[in-house]
């Protein structure tokens, strides 16, 4: 059992993404409900609703002010679903908000579950979408008051997140998202990365306009952009990012061949001047790829590692199939494979024309593919 005490934040054992928390009888009824179809929360209430089974169960009980448990859950959860009035979370968590980016997502149960309201960080921190699930389990009214969301137009802070694309930069997510919701002329210019992006059974609100090009969107002069590509931007392009959001999809392919013992640092350091060669964001990366003797290589594994890239191996046969320009005896010799770098990075990337053919440095070979999407 938690004993709260004013100044100590008590150690949280966390199992679960998700804390559902509950001070009455019937809110405890309804969160130990809900438990049973959510099983991804640890349960907190308070031990004078104890029915004597939550040891059994998992569920924590506590004692004291819950606004004294609160920043010790704030901290170590992605969200945080309160059966508690909406007055009294707004006053107890608001010495403990920080940033957007960081806040986890806070939602409102009422005490009798009828209504599931988003209350803090509905986009970053998952809130509306953790509304809509919950509201749908216990067949409550989920209530989502997020302008992009209520007008079904692009949430600018979520574009593409689906898919792993990352901002270049936040500056501008809260003008340029103001722009979209206010419906203001905004453009969008794709070069790469998935198209599906727009979910909604309607057509895209008519102050969002579609184009092909860089200089087609300069050339309409619009309110916000939202530019999505992996490439870096040349001086005039850059002026669309004056109200504007760059997004880097991740379709770059890594395919690397190293002799054994390279260091992550001499790997790096040939990625890095191959990007810069082809103009290229190192955010844009996906994946490392390889044959498989190379699965174990320690400066591959830790530059993986760092930059939380996918790191993909096959065997000498699959490598074989793939049809590519420098075939190496020599290569053959040592590995069973006639290439690495190139056939690994087609292989993945599934593109048929290598954006950087094998190219040699010191210890290491490097290709570079980029992922299609029609």
Request: proline fraction near 4%; glycine fraction near 6%; aromatic fraction near 6%.
């Amino acid at each position: 059992m938690i004993t709260l005490h004013e100044g100590v934040h008590p150690e949280i054992d966390v199992n679960n993404p998700y804390a559902i928390v509950a001070i009455t009888k019937h809110g405890v009824t309804l969160a130990r409900n809900l438990s049973n179809e959510f099983q991804r929360a640890d349960v907190y209430y308070m031990s004078k609703f104890a029915s004597g089974d939550e040891e059994e169960k998992g569920y924590q009980l506590f004692e004291g002010s819950v606004r004294l448990l609160l920043p010790s859950l704030f901290s170590s959860y992605k969200g945080i679903i309160l059966i508690i009035s909406l007055g009294a979370v707004v006053r107890m968590i608001a010495p403990l908000l920080k940033d957007k980016k960081v806040d986890p997502g806070v939602v409102v149960l009422d005490d009798k579950g009828e209504n599931v309201i988003s209350v803090l960080s509905g986009h970053l921190g998952g809130a509306n979408e953790l509304t809509r699930e919950i509201a749908e389990l216990i067949q409550a009214r989920p209530i989502v008051t997020t302008a992009s969301d209520v007008q079904k137009t692009i949430p600018v802070d979520l574009f593409g997140r689906e898919f792993g694309w990352v901002w270049e930069s936040a500056e501008k997510l809260t003008p340029v998202s103001a722009s979209v919701v206010n419906e203001e002329k905004v453009v969008v210019i794709q070069e790469s990365g998935e198209k599906n992006w727009w979910k909604y059974d309607k057509p895209l609100p008519k102050n969002i306009i579609v184009c092909s090009s860089t200089k087609e969107a300069i050339n309409e002069r619009p309110d916000a952009a939202l530019v999505v590509t992996h490439r870096e931007l040349n001086t005039d392009e850059r002026t669309l990012l004056n109200n504007g959001v760059l997004y880097r999809p991740k379709v770059i392919v890594l395919g690397i061949g190293c002799n054994r013992g390279t260091s992550a640092e001499e790997i790096e350091a040939v990625i890095e001047d191959a990007l810069q060669q082809l103009k290229i964001s190192k955010k844009s990366v996906k994946a490392i790829a390889t044959i498989d003797l190379k699965k174990d290589e320690e400066g591959l594994l830790e530059i993986t590692r760092k930059h939380q890239w996918q790191f993909v191996y096959y065997t000498p046969e699959q490598l074989n199939e793939v049809p590519f320009e420098n075939r190496s005896e020599v290569v053959y010799k040592y590995t069973g494979a006639y290439g690495v770098s190139e056939p690994a990075a087609k292989l993945y990337s599934g593109a048929k024309e290598l954006l950087l053919e094998k190219q040699k440095s010191g210890n290491v070979t490097i290709s570079v593919a980029i992922i299609p999407h029609s």
